[in-house]
């Protein structure tokens, strides 16, 4: 679907939302309904790839605890989930390419499926490092889910197993994702109005 207006989306939906919150987004990129689809068909393929097996889901905080969440609802096999948090933004927009892990997962994961599970994907700088990282830790596999990918910004060829939506080269708000920790609560992915003082 095209972007929509916020207005038509709250019309259509019913939802509704603070003006301090409406008056910043300027269009809805992809609808809670979209999202959900999505999340059901990659969810029907884990099913299909992992049938009879454990699956440890990976989280990347703090953008994908949304996502994980309802994706380990649609999920019918066996899945564990475990978080790990990352800086290579610092206050921008833009990643430096230098990775410091903040929060280490909690269990080995040698030996066992794993499935990184990632909201939004640019340069693959960070994942790259990531996925390094978890290799080296022998898993059994390992697999990566993103759900928005910018194959504009792409400096790295990640592959990326299972694929959500490809969105613009545009800061993106919403479902997890934030602008200085606001708007992760919107069920919908957006753009910001343009004229938002943005963070150095």
Avoid at 72 to 77: D, E, F, P, Q
């Amino acid at each position: 679907m095209p972007p929509e207006p916020l207005a038509d989306v709250l019309a259509r939906t019913g939802l509704e939302l603070s003006s301090e919150l409406a008056d910043d987004i300027d269009q809805v990129l992809i609808t809670g309904e979209e999202i959900d689809a999505k999340l059901a068909h990659l969810a029907e393929r884990l099913d299909a790839d992992f049938a009879g097996q454990d699956v440890l889901l990976v989280g990347i905080l703090k953008g994908a605890f949304v996502l994980i969440a309802d994706l380990a609802r649609h999920l019918s096999i066996p899945v564990s989930i475990d978080f790990m948090a990352v800086s290579s933004y610092g206050s921008s927009t833009r990643t430096s390419g230098v990775v410091r892990i903040l929060k280490d997962l909690d269990d080995d994961i040698e030996g066992r499926n794993v499935v990184l599970v990632e909201d939004i994907i640019d340069s693959g700088l960070t994942l790259n490092y990531l996925l390094r990282n978890l290799r080296s830790r022998r898993p059994a596999r390992l697999e990566v889910l993103a759900l928005l990918t910018k194959p504009s910004q792409r400096r790295i060829d990640i592959p990326i197993t299972y694929h959500g939506f490809e969105v613009p080269d545009v800061f993106v708000v919403g479902y997890g994702l934030d602008y200085s920790q606001r708007y992760r609560n919107l069920p919908f992915i957006a753009t910001l109005r343009p004229g938002l003082p943005t963070p150095a």
